[in-house]
């Protein structure tokens, strides 16, 4: 009998101390990468750093202006292609579409989200390339390689897909049926049911699972890395080359040991990811925690 | 009246379409893979490794990162069963699964969950460097390890939450303790275990910026913890960016071989969780 207890909990607090460990990862993460940061840090300051577009390592001079634009236009562009498509497609699924397409078409999309990033990279230079270095930027520009912000937001939209669509098609399934009936009942169309009852209670949902896919976007590395042209110069249009945050850190690491405060500015990269990530995760993860409560009761 | 219809057939057909796109975006890259692949594809390339001078478009096959690849992807998932089965455990049966504290640490997890690979990359460098451990296997391991950590407790914390709780309280009224009954509970949620085990692997397979600092890169296969591995993710990389067009070639073949891996691995997942879920207690 006492062996038995005592057994339970020997167990109970190994498992606490391994979930405890695990947990911490985060905090272990941010504070490492901070005192890395700190030499860089203490050179110049935060607002130095993010808004200088001077990036000459050899002179000690790290300004992120650039990468952080690149981040952000690569972010932007993908959002911009995926969100519209992804509402439809699950309004489409979740409304519209008959069971046995249904039962065809989420697999594919789970199959999707099981890629690997290389994969998506890969694709892109071989399909994306050429498209917009063929098709799409003569009709714009006078002339572009094709590697630009453009094929790294359409490489990183293909890759949000899986995430928007199975986050929002779960929110538009917990929709009562009852309140869709209603609407229907009034006399309105399909669309306009979607458009002013389904929408508005799934606005939440939506919004979170946004802000999920801006962070994955966000911190993509290899796929962007392969097309994005990686160019350390602010970028004006979208057939102008980029150079995102997680390329720069993976592009340079084999350098960085040699010359000074380098790894440093790496390591602020990855930390400035990091916040950001964190920041974007916690806040979507909040609101999807709290609507999965409310349906709860 | 008509414009109302006109409306809902308008936005009906931008829907098909937006699906269309969405689920054919799947076939399309799978379509360029294969098509770009197969034609560089031969014996060579899965049995062989790369031979000298295999990077200027000589003889030898991508072997080692296959090997390597297994190799880092299920020491990883081992070591991440060894942590997170205790943790899904913890939270569900000791923690109660339904309140404050337990809804806290999914959150963690699921944050845990998207930090980016880059930044495990970096941070497993970084602890690599303090403990003076060069660019190996056993720096993969553990940078890949802390990646699927999050996505093994976060697929068992769903697995077990679907035990019913009568379950939990019968074992419990009969007198056991919360750890006798977890080992009810691990019983039931086999198939689960399965299901995370290959979605931590395919994971763990297909990325490339968590090893791209910690595992290094070797043209052979590992024979210790502490020798670098290749990767077939960064072989593909790597070989892509060979001006030689041979190399490229290979490049596309290793991106087929890859793609092959981890959709066999996600086509099994789901297939093994409806198989097992036969037996279980509904």
Redesign the interface.
């Given at each position: 009998m006492q062996i038995?207890?005592l057994?339970?909990k020997i167990?109970?607090k190994?498992?606490?101390v391994?979930?405890v460990l695990?947990?911490s990862?985060?905090l272990?993460?941010g504070i490492?990468?901070y005192l890395?940061s700190g030499p860089v840090l203490d050179h110049s300051s935060w607002w130095t750093l993010l808004s200088s577009s001077q990036w000459k390592p050899l002179k000690g001079l790290f300004g992120f202006f650039p990468f952080v634009m690149g981040t952000l236009w690569v972010t932007a562009i993908a959002i911009i292609i995926a969100l519209?498509?992804?509402l439809?497609?699950s309004?489409?699924?979740t409304e519209?579409?008959p069971n046995r397409i249904r039962k065809i078409?989420v697999?594919?999309?789970?199959?999707?989200s099981?890629?690997?990033?290389?994969?998506?990279?890969?694709?892109g230079?071989?399909?994306i390339i050429p498209l917009i270095q063929d098709h799409i930027a003569p009709h714009f520009v006078e002339f572009s390689t094709g590697y630009s912000v453009l094929a790294g937001g359409i490489v990183l939209a293909?890759m949000i897909?899986p995430l928007i669509?199975s986050i929002v098609c779960e929110v538009l399934n917990t929709i009562p049926r009852e309140l869709k009936d209603a609407s229907l009942a009034l006399g309105a169309?399909?669309?306009?049911t979607i458009r002013k009852v389904s929408l508005r209670k799934a606005k939440t949902g939506i919004v979170a699972a946004t802000v999920?896919a801006i962070?994955?976007a966000?911190?993509?590395?290899?796929a962007v890395l392969?097309v994005c042209g990686n160019n350390a110069v602010t970028p004006h249009s979208v057939f102008d080359p980029g150079y995102p945050l997680?390329a720069l850190?993976?592009n340079n690491?084999g350098e960085m040991l040699s010359i000074p405060m380098y790894d440093s500015a790496?390591?602020f990269a990855?930390l400035l990811?990091?916040i950001i990530?964190?920041l974007?995760?916690?806040v979507s993860?909040?609101i999807m925690?709290r609507l999965e409560r409310k349906l709860a009761l | 009246m008509i414009r109302r219809k006109l409306e809902e057939n308008f936005f009906r057909v931008l829907m098909v379409l937006a699906t269309l796109i969405v689920g054919g975006s799947f076939f399309l890259i799978v379509g360029t893979i294969v098509y770009k692949g197969v034609p560089f594809m031969n014996w060579d390339m899965v049995t062989k490794i790369p031979g000298g001078g295999f990077y200027i478009g000589k003889e030898g096959g991508v072997l080692n990162a296959i090997i390597g690849s297994l190799y880092i992807a299920g020491g990883a998932t081992v070591l991440g069963l060894l942590i997170s089965i205790p943790v899904a455990i913890y939270i569900n049966m000791y923690l109660g699964g339904r309140n404050v504290v337990a809804n806290s640490l999914r959150i963690a997890f699921d944050v845990l969950f998207g930090i980016p690979s880059i930044v495990y990359g970096a941070f497993g460098f970084l602890i690599m460097v303090y403990f003076g451990i060069r660019a190996s296997l056993l720096g993969g391991i553990v940078a890949v390890t802390l990646l699927v950590i999050p996505i093994l407790v976060r697929t068992l914390d769903e697995v077990i939450r679907t035990v019913p709780k009568e379950l939990r309280d019968a074992s419990l009224a009969l007198g056991a303790t919360r750890w006798e009954m977890s080992k009810v509970i691990i019983r039931q949620i086999r198939p689960g275990v399965f299901t995370a085990i290959l979605l931590s692997f395919g994971r763990a397979v297909g990325d490339v910026a968590s090893v791209l600092f910690t595992a290094g890169f070797s043209d052979n296969i590992p024979t210790s913890l502490h020798q670098p591995a290749a990767t077939l993710p960064l072989a593909i990389f790597f070989q892509l960016g060979s001006p030689v067009e041979e190399v490229q070639g290979r490049a596309y073949a290793s991106a087929l071989i890859l793609t092959i891996v981890v959709l066999i691995i996600t086509i099994l997942s789901s297939v093994l969780a409806k198989q097992f879920s036969k037996n279980n207690i509904r």
């Amino acid at each position: 009998m006492q062996i038995r207890l005592l057994k339970d909990k020997i167990y109970s607090k190994l498992m606490l101390v391994l979930t405890v460990l695990s947990v911490s990862v985060v905090l272990v993460i941010g504070i490492g990468l901070y005192l890395k940061s700190g030499p860089v840090l203490d050179h110049s300051s935060w607002w130095t750093l993010l808004s200088s577009s001077q990036w000459k390592p050899l002179k000690g001079l790290f300004g992120f202006f650039p990468f952080v634009m690149g981040t952000l236009w690569v972010t932007a562009i993908a959002i911009i292609i995926a969100l519209p498509l992804c509402l439809l497609t699950s309004f489409y699924i979740t409304e519209y579409a008959p069971n046995r397409i249904r039962k065809i078409l989420v697999p594919f999309v789970n199959l999707l989200s099981g890629i690997p990033p290389v994969i998506f990279g890969v694709w892109g230079v071989l399909f994306i390339i050429p498209l917009i270095q063929d098709h799409i930027a003569p009709h714009f520009v006078e002339f572009s390689t094709g590697y630009s912000v453009l094929a790294g937001g359409i490489v990183l939209a293909v890759m949000i897909f899986p995430l928007i669509v199975s986050i929002v098609c779960e929110v538009l399934n917990t929709i009562p049926r009852e309140l869709k009936d209603a609407s229907l009942a009034l006399g309105a169309t399909k669309w306009e049911t979607i458009r002013k009852v389904s929408l508005r209670k799934a606005k939440t949902g939506i919004v979170a699972a946004t802000v999920l896919a801006i962070s994955r976007a966000f911190g993509e590395t290899i796929a962007v890395l392969m097309v994005c042209g990686n160019n350390a110069v602010t970028p004006h249009s979208v057939f102008d080359p980029g150079y995102p945050l997680p390329a720069l850190i993976a592009n340079n690491y084999g350098e960085m040991l040699s010359i000074p405060m380098y790894d440093s500015a790496l390591m602020f990269a990855a930390l400035l990811l990091f916040i950001i990530i964190v920041l974007f995760n916690v806040v979507s993860r909040l609101i999807m925690a709290r609507l999965e409560r409310k349906l709860a009761l | 009246m008509i414009r109302r219809k006109l409306e809902e057939n308008f936005f009906r057909v931008l829907m098909v379409l937006a699906t269309l796109i969405v689920g054919g975006s799947f076939f399309l890259i799978v379509g360029t893979i294969v098509y770009k692949g197969v034609p560089f594809m031969n014996w060579d390339m899965v049995t062989k490794i790369p031979g000298g001078g295999f990077y200027i478009g000589k003889e030898g096959g991508v072997l080692n990162a296959i090997i390597g690849s297994l190799y880092i992807a299920g020491g990883a998932t081992v070591l991440g069963l060894l942590i997170s089965i205790p943790v899904a455990i913890y939270i569900n049966m000791y923690l109660g699964g339904r309140n404050v504290v337990a809804n806290s640490l999914r959150i963690a997890f699921d944050v845990l969950f998207g930090i980016p690979s880059i930044v495990y990359g970096a941070f497993g460098f970084l602890i690599m460097v303090y403990f003076g451990i060069r660019a190996s296997l056993l720096g993969g391991i553990v940078a890949v390890t802390l990646l699927v950590i999050p996505i093994l407790v976060r697929t068992l914390d769903e697995v077990i939450r679907t035990v019913p709780k009568e379950l939990r309280d019968a074992s419990l009224a009969l007198g056991a303790t919360r750890w006798e009954m977890s080992k009810v509970i691990i019983r039931q949620i086999r198939p689960g275990v399965f299901t995370a085990i290959l979605l931590s692997f395919g994971r763990a397979v297909g990325d490339v910026a968590s090893v791209l600092f910690t595992a290094g890169f070797s043209d052979n296969i590992p024979t210790s913890l502490h020798q670098p591995a290749a990767t077939l993710p960064l072989a593909i990389f790597f070989q892509l960016g060979s001006p030689v067009e041979e190399v490229q070639g290979r490049a596309y073949a290793s991106a087929l071989i890859l793609t092959i891996v981890v959709l066999i691995i996600t086509i099994l997942s789901s297939v093994l969780a409806k198989q097992f879920s036969k037996n279980n207690i509904r």
